[in-house]
């Protein structure tokens, strides 16, 4: 049996087979016991985050177990080479949001799944490490190949391969909270007013902008109070920013340092469940330079909108 799957009494009288006869005498009893077993395991199915999680079954047939990856369990993929293929590093920061606009598109390729007991419980991409130490960005990561519900945390591991040249970096979103009960999330669309916020959330970009709002990404806002950028030893949701854009909540993001992927640190979860959100639509890795040629940083925006949406916006839209 899934994990996820309910056994109610009408399945267990239809799926019992020879043991009808057994159900016939004994009656209610056995009716309020099973009864009671579903209601246990839907419970426990809730309190898990495992309820609307999608199936092994639920992937196209092309895709096929890989190895274990960071300790993060068994993983499903398709296609070859299993890492995502670079944007290139002619562009960087703001610069290459226009030309991400004429190839606009989530792909999925680069994609791989977690699995736990015939469930999906994670999604993510595949990037190599040699890439982004030399400043390469990525976008139109889709999260939206299946259905998939809103993630609780994200991670960034280093997978070491039998070469440097061949170690991966795996961006994985988590569909099941890490530590206690799921908390209440939003369905797809329902995007966030920027109201539930919590106060200390001030906007920081981009102040040369008519009313700080940049165009093809949206309003930011961060607790001015830490670090911009998240440091691989960072607890809690240090470096977390969100992007608005007409009164809604549009994204959430975290930034790197690139010198930490030159070195090939990891950074452990990354909370996502602050305040509910939707499920993400599509993210983007995007490189900006240092001065004067200095390693720079990358920011993961975490959109809830398509992106052929926000790469249109020269300025911000009326309404979402």
Request: charged residues 20%; aromatic residues 10%; proline residues 9%.
């Given at each position: 049996?899934?994990?996820?799957e309910?056994?109610t009494?009408h399945?267990w009288?239809?799926a019992?087979g020879?043991a ?8 209610a009893?056995?009716?309020?016991a099973?009864?009671?077993?579903a209601a246990?395991?839907g419970?426990?199915a ?5 309820v609307?999680?999608?199936q092994?079954t639920d ?6 177990p ?8 068994v993983f499903?993929a398709?296609?070859?080479p299993?890492?995502r293929?670079d944007d290139?590093?002619?562009h960087h920061?703001f610069?290459a949001l226009p030309?991400?606009?004429?190839t606009?598109?989530?792909?999925t390729q680069?994609?791989v799944y977690?699995v736990?007991d ?13 890439d982004l130490?030399a400043g390469?960005?990525f976008?139109g990561l ?7 519900p809103?993630a609780?945390?994200v ?9 440097p040249?061949?170690?991966l970096y795996?961006?994985l979103?988590?569909f099941r ?6 908390r ?11 109201e ?6 001030s ?6 902008e008519p ?6 990404m949206g309003r930011?806002y961060t607790?001015l109070?830490k ?5 691989p ?8 920013s969100?992007g ?7 994204f959430i993001e975290?930034?790197f340092a690139?010198?930490?992927f030159?070195?090939g640190?990891?950074?452990?979860a990354?909370?996502?469940d602050?305040?509910p959100?939707?499920?993400i639509?599509?993210?983007h890795?995007l490189h ?6 200095a390693p720079?940083r990358?920011?993961l ?5 398509p992106e052929?949406?926000y790469l249109?916006?020269?300025?911000e839209p009326?309404r979402?």
């Amino acid at each position: 049996m899934r994990a996820c799957e309910l056994v109610t009494v009408h399945d267990w009288h239809q799926a019992a087979g020879p043991a009808k006869t057994v159900w016939r005498y004994l009656g209610a009893s056995i009716a309020i016991a099973v009864m009671v077993g579903a209601a246990a395991s839907g419970a426990t199915a809730v309190a898990q985050g495992t309820v609307g999680l999608p199936q092994l079954t639920d992937l196209p047939s092309s895709y096929r177990p890989v190895s274990e990856l960071a300790d993060r369990g068994v993983f499903y993929a398709a296609g070859t080479p299993l890492y995502r293929i670079d944007d290139g590093d002619s562009h960087h920061g703001f610069d290459a949001l226009p030309v991400w606009e004429e190839t606009a598109g989530a792909r999925t390729q680069g994609g791989v799944y977690g699995v736990e007991d015939d469930v999906i419980v994670s999604a993510g991409y595949l990037v190599r490490q040699v890439d982004l130490a030399a400043g390469r960005s990525f976008h139109g990561l889709s999260l939206r190949g299946l259905d998939l519900p809103p993630a609780y945390y994200v991670t960034v591991d280093l997978v070491e391969g039998p070469t440097p040249a061949a170690n991966l970096y795996l961006w994985l979103w988590h569909f099941r909270p890490q530590y206690g009960p799921a908390r209440h999330m939003l369905a797809a669309e329902e995007l966030p007013p920027v109201e539930s916020l919590p106060p200390r959330f001030s906007v920081y970009a981009c102040a040369e902008e008519p009313n700080s709002f940049c165009p093809r990404m949206g309003r930011h806002y961060t607790d001015l109070g830490k670090r911009l950028g998240r440091p691989p030893t960072a607890t809690g949701d240090d470096g977390l920013s969100y992007g608005e854009a007409a009164g809604k909540l549009i994204f959430i993001e975290y930034s790197f340092a690139q010198t930490d992927f030159q070195a090939g640190v990891s950074w452990g979860a990354m909370p996502l469940d602050g305040l509910p959100i939707p499920p993400i639509d599509n993210a983007h890795i995007l490189h900006y330079e240092g001065a004067d040629g200095a390693p720079g940083r990358f920011t993961l925006h975490m959109y809830f909108i398509p992106e052929e949406t926000y790469l249109s916006w020269d300025r911000e839209p009326p309404r979402l």
